[in-house]
């Protein structure tokens, strides 16, 4: 499959502790996105890297929430002292900037749940 | 700031039966629209964009800019288009950031 892969699917913690998760896009693709998703809830925005470079945070976004993309390729998402409002599914998204119907399409992984007890 | 509206969480219609899923949105600039759609089980794909102006099985979506809506319609539902439809507006700007609405479940009954 080369599609846009995350590790782990599923993470279950206890609040305080620390979580990450990774995100390998499409090859290629200079355009990576993480976005958070509750239930009855659209995917909403966190960050946006194009290349190694993160151009955009959400303010949903504190300050214990972490993200990189160190050599432009595979992207970490670290969550800090967890809380129970983290729980959420947390998707990740690759892009590139081919022109055509491909071109600009956000292809999105399935997901990394994450359940804070 | 960009929001997009679906106003139905919810929509259930008879096979055969046409389908309408709405969207609106407020953005300041030109947008470009696009529909996302989820099986279940599955990860979120993009359905259709509307620059591409495609039917896509089916579907189509025409950006009405004096309303500021991107509805999706089919006219004759399946059982297979049953699923959630999320509708999503870019940041035509620098950021390329992707705004997403809250999603509308399509149930369609046999």
């Known amino acids: 499959d080369t599609g846009v892969s995350q590790d782990p699917r599923h993470k279950i913690t206890k609040r305080g502790q620390n979580v990450t998760f990774r995100c390998d896009p499409i090859?290629?693709?200079?355009?990576l996105y993480w976005y958070r998703q509750t239930l009855g809830q659209g995917p909403e925005f966190l960050t946006y890297?194009?290349?190694?470079?993160?151009?955009?945070k959400s303010r949903l976004l504190s300050d214990r929430f972490s993200a990189e993309r160190p050599k432009g390729s595979f992207s970490t998402l670290e969550i800090q002292r967890t809380e129970q409002g983290d729980s959420a599914m947390y998707l990740c998204a690759s892009s590139s900037r081919l022109t055509g119907r491909a071109g600009n399409t956000i292809y999105f992984g399935e997901g990394s749940w994450l359940t804070v007890v | 700031a960009q929001r997009v509206t679906q106003p139905e969480k919810l929509l259930s219609v008879f096979k055969g039966a046409p389908v309408e899923l709405k969207c609106n949105y407020s953005?300041?600039?030109?947008?470009?629209l696009f529909w996302y759609v989820q099986y279940s089980r599955q990860r979120l794909q993009l359905l259709l964009r509307?620059?591409s102006r495609e039917s896509i099985k089916g579907f189509t979506a025409d950006l009405n800019k004096g309303e500021t809506s991107f509805h999706l319609k089919k006219p004759f539902a399946q059982e297979e288009d049953s699923a959630m439809y999320y509708c999503?507006?870019?940041?035509?700007?620098?950021?390329?950031?992707?705004?997403f609405g809250i999603g509308t479940k399509l149930q369609v009954i046999p």
């Open positions: 890297f194009q290349n190694e470079a993160q151009l955009e």
């Open positions: 090859s290629e693709h200079n355009r």
């Open positions: 509307h620059i």
């Open positions: 999503a507006l870019r940041d035509s700007g620098g950021y390329q950031k992707v705004t």
């Open positions: 953005y300041s600039g030109s947008p470009e």
